[in-house]
C-alpha cells in the first residue's frame, strides 16, 4: 500500500492534490513528507460546524472532480474518497490525499479489480455483490456519498454492524431532506444508481447544474420562499421587534425549511426509471415556463393596481432619506469604462489580472514536469521561470544543477529532489498569495456604515 501511493503521488500533480515532498525510509518506518495542510480535514470541519451550504459545497466539489478526473485520465483510481481524505487549505480550497489503495490501471479504463477497500461507507454496491468490478464507477460512487455528506450532514446508508450497513447499500433505500434545492437533489439522485454503467462520468457531474450555476439554488429557493410567504398588510401603525431581525437573520436554508416546508424525499437505488424521463435532464431556468407563468402572475397584477391607483400620502410617516449610491473609486471605474457592467457586482475571485503585472510572479498556473523533477539541462536559459528562480535559491544554499541533476533517479527518496520540490511549492503559494491580494485591493468595496436597528412604535 505504501509503495502504491509513493508510486501514484509521483505521477499525478495538481493543484487540488496533496503534494509529495520526500520519503525518508529507516530501518523500522518510512516517512513520508508532504506540504501542510492548515484547515484540517473535511469530516471534523462538517461534524463540528454543520452541514455546508450549497453554494459554498459546488466549489468544493468542483475540486475534487477536477482532481479525480485527473488522476482517471492518467489511468489511476482512487478507492478511498471520503470526507476524512479531503483536506481543507481554507474554507473554499481543498485538496484530495491518501491514495494507499489506489492503482494504476495498465490495461485500461474498463480493467477488472478485484479487491475490497476503502471505507464501508462509502463503498459501492457492486464492492459487496460482484466478485470484480470498475474502478472509475466506484470513485463516482463515493463522490456522490460526500456530497450527500457535505450538505446533510450524515450519511444515506446507516447501520451499527458492517453486515447491517451491507444490507442497508443493497437494498438501496435512502431519504432526501426536503430542504435541498432541485440541482442539488437532482445530482444526488444520479450518482446514486445500483448499476455502475448507467452513473454519470466525471465529465457529466462537472456539466451538472449544481456545479457550473452554484448560485441558481439559491435563486430557486428563494423564489418558492416568495411564493409561500403571506402578503403583508401595512397601515399606519408600524411596530419593528427583535423577533422579526432574528428571522431575517437567519439562513436561507433555514428559511426554506421553516416556510416552505417540504417532506423528506424517500428514494431506491435500484427504482430510477424516473431518472430517464425526457423532462427530468433538462436545465432548470428561473425564465422556465414552470417558473415564469406564476411569478408574472403574481407581478402583473400587483404593477396593474399600483398604476392605477393615486398615490397615498400619510400624515403620520418618517423621514425620507434619498438614498446615494458610493463612489466609485478609481479602478472601478477603469473596469466598467472597459465594458464591464456597472451595475452588476464584482467578484473579486473571478476577476482576471495580467499575467505580466509587475506585483508578482504568475507561478500558481505552471503545472508542468519541472514541478516534480529539475529538468536534465545545465543551461538555465532554457527553463521557466518557475524553476529557474528555484535553482537559484537552492545555489545560494550549496545545491548546484550538477547536483539536482543526478538526483533525479532516486526522485522523492532523494533529500535533495526534496529540498528542490518545497522551494518550488513555497514560490507557486507565494505566487498564488499575491495574485489573490492584488485582486482583492483592485475591487475592494468602501464598507457600508452600520445602521442601528430600535424597535418602536409610532402610534
Request: glycine share 6%; charged share 25%.
Amino acid at each position: 500500500m505504501l509503495s502504491s501511493e509513493i508510486a501514484t503521488l509521483e505521477c499525478v500533480h495538481h493543484p487540488n492534490i496533496l503534494r509529495l515532498f520526500e520519503v525518508v525510509e529507516t530501518l523500522g518506518r518510512v516517512y513520508l513528507v508532504t506540504e501542510w495542510i492548515r484547515g484540517g480535514e473535511l469530516y471534523n470541519h462538517i461534524t463540528q460546524g454543520g452541514p455546508l451550504r450549497e453554494i459554498h459545497a459546488a466549489p468544493l466539489l468542483k475540486q475534487l472532480l477536477l482532481a479525480v478526473k485527473h488522476m482517471h485520465s492518467l489511468g489511476y483510481v482512487h478507492r478511498d474518497i471520503k470526507a476524512e481524505n479531503v483536506l481543507l487549505l481554507s474554507e473554499d480550497r481543498l485538496k484530495l490525499a491518501d491514495f494507499g489503495f489506489s492503482t494504476q490501471l495498465i490495461n485500461g479504463a474498463n480493467q477488472k479489480l478485484d479487491t475490497f477497500c476503502g471505507s464501508p461507507p462509502y463503498a459501492a454496491p457492486e464492492l459487496f455483490s460482484d466478485d470484480h468490478y470498475i474502478g472509475a464507477p466506484v470513485d463516482v460512487w463515493a463522490l456522490g456519498i460526500l456530497l450527500y455528506f457535505m450538505v446533510v450532514g450524515n450519511m444515506p446508508f446507516r447501520a451499527p454492524t458492517i453486515p447491517g450497513l451491507k444490507a442497508a447499500i443493497l437494498k438501496g433505500d435512502y431519504l432526501l431532506p426536503g430542504q435541498l434545492s432541485l440541482p442539488c437533489i437532482r445530482l444526488i439522485q444520479r450518482i446514486l444508481i445500483h448499476i455502475p454503467a448507467q452513473r454519470p462520468t466525471i465529465d457529466d457531474m462537472l456539466k451538472s447544474q449544481f456545479v457550473t450555476c452554484p448560485k441558481l439554488s439559491a435563486e430557486l429557493m428563494q423564489w418558492e420562499i416568495n411564493q409561500h410567504r403571506k402578503p403583508v398588510k401595512r397601515s399606519i401603525f408600524w411596530v419593528r421587534s427583535k423577533s422579526h431581525r432574528l428571522r431575517k437573520s437567519a439562513s436561507l436554508r433555514d428559511r426554506y425549511a421553516e416556510v416552505v416546508k417540504k417532506p423528506a424525499i424517500s428514494m431506491n437505488t435500484r427504482q430510477q426509471d424516473e431518472m430517464f424521463v425526457q423532462n427530468f435532464l433538462q436545465p432548470i431556468e428561473m425564465g422556465h415556463e414552470l417558473l415564469a407563468p406564476a411569478s408574472s402572475q403574481l407581478k402583473e397584477p400587483q404593477a396593474t393596481e399600483q398604476a392605477k391607483r393615486p398615490a397615498r400620502r400619510y400624515m403620520f410617516c418618517g423621514s425620507l432619506k434619498k438614498k446615494v449610491t458610493p463612489m466609485e473609486t478609481e479602478p472601478e471605474k477603469q473596469l466598467a469604462n472597459g465594458g464591464q457592467c456597472g451595475s452588476a457586482k464584482i467578484n473579486p475571485w473571478n476577476v482576471e489580472v495580467a499575467d505580466d503585472c509587475p506585483l508578482f510572479k504568475n507561478y500558481d498556473a505552471e503545472t508542468g514536469s519541472c514541478v516534480m523533477l529539475p529538468t536534465s539541462t545545465e543551461d538555465l536559459s532554457q527553463l521557466g521561470a518557475l524553476e529557474f528562480e528555484a535553482r537559484q535559491i537552492l545555489a545560494e544554499l550549496g545545491l548546484t544543477s550538477e547536483m539536482l541533476i543526478n538526483a533525479r533517479q532516486s526522485g522523492p527518496r532523494s533529500d535533495i529532489i526534496g529540498a528542490y520540490r518545497i522551494v518550488v511549492n513555497r514560490l507557486q503559494k507565494q505566487s498564488w498569495l499575491a495574485r489573490k491580494h492584488v485582486e482583492m485591493a483592485l475591487h475592494s468595496e468602501p464598507k457600508a456604515e452600520k445602521r442601528i436597528e430600535r424597535s418602536c412604535c409610532i402610534l
